[in-house]
T-cell receptor, first 108, second 113 residues
């Protein structure tokens, strides 16, 4: 079993602040997906990272894959209330395990 | 593309009753997944199918849970008899292949009283 640990578990910030959330594993990822889940909806894919050291940007979101492919981070610049949701990572390996997620609340 | 369609959106039932949740995957997708989400345990994989065949059901909690996929466009998850601890949001997801990103439905919120 490839365990995924996400941190922090909860994050409440003001609009305009920056934040970073993390996804870590004891094993090497073959690839990693980040999803965002809004209340009352299913998770929606944000990005897939595959190569160690890879950086992908999606507007104000920056995703980084660790060089050793055992960790990943998601950085949000100038957070907005629309960023509120549960951020999940998935290792897409074998059994599609998800981390427990980071619940983000961005206050206006 | 209509996305993954789940029904019903909400289900309230009494303990001991049979519950059937339904899922229509995205047309052309050949893998289908059932997940359960609770505050305590997060998003748990229950079972997944590839080409309508169950591949891994090790996440199914117990014999009260069963899932079927009679064809490529329909799957059911059945709980019989239901118990209060089964209360959760149940998600269906589909993908093309077993290792590609998942497309989720909007879930069925099940409450067992």
């Amino acid at each position: 079993t490839q365990l995924l640990e996400q941190s922090p578990q909860f994050l409440s910030i003001q609009e305009g602040e920056n934040l970073t959330v993390y996804c870590n594993s004891s094993s090497v990822f073959s690839s990693l997906q980040w999803y965002r889940q809004e209340p009352g909806e299913g998770p929606v894919l944000l990005v897939t990272v595959v190569t160690g050291g890879e950086v992908k940007k999606l507007k104000r979101l920056t995703f980084q894959f660790g060089d050793a492919r055992k960790d990943s981070s998601l950085h949000i610049t100038a957070a907005q209330p629309g960023d509120t949701g549960l951020y999940l990572c998935d290792n897409n390996f074998n059994k599609f395990y998800f981390g427990s997620g980071t619940k983000l609340n961005v206050k206006p | 593309d209509a996305g993954v369609i789940q029904s019903p959106r909400h289900e309230v039932t009494e303990m001991g009753q049979e519950v059937t949740l339904r899922c229509k995957p995205i047309s052309g997708h050949n893998s289908l997944f059932w997940y359960r989400q609770t505050m305590m345990r997060g998003l748990e994989l229950l079972i997944y199918f590839n080409n309508n065949v169950p591949i891994d059901d090790s996440g199914m909690p117990e014999d009260r849970f069963s899932a079927k996929m009679p064809n490529a466009s329909f799957s059911t998850l059945k709980i019989q008899p239901s118990e209060p601890r089964d209360s959760a949001v149940y998600f269906c997801a589909s993908s093309w292949g077993q290792r590609l990103p998942l497309h989720f439905g909007n879930g069925t919120r099940l409450t067992v009283t």
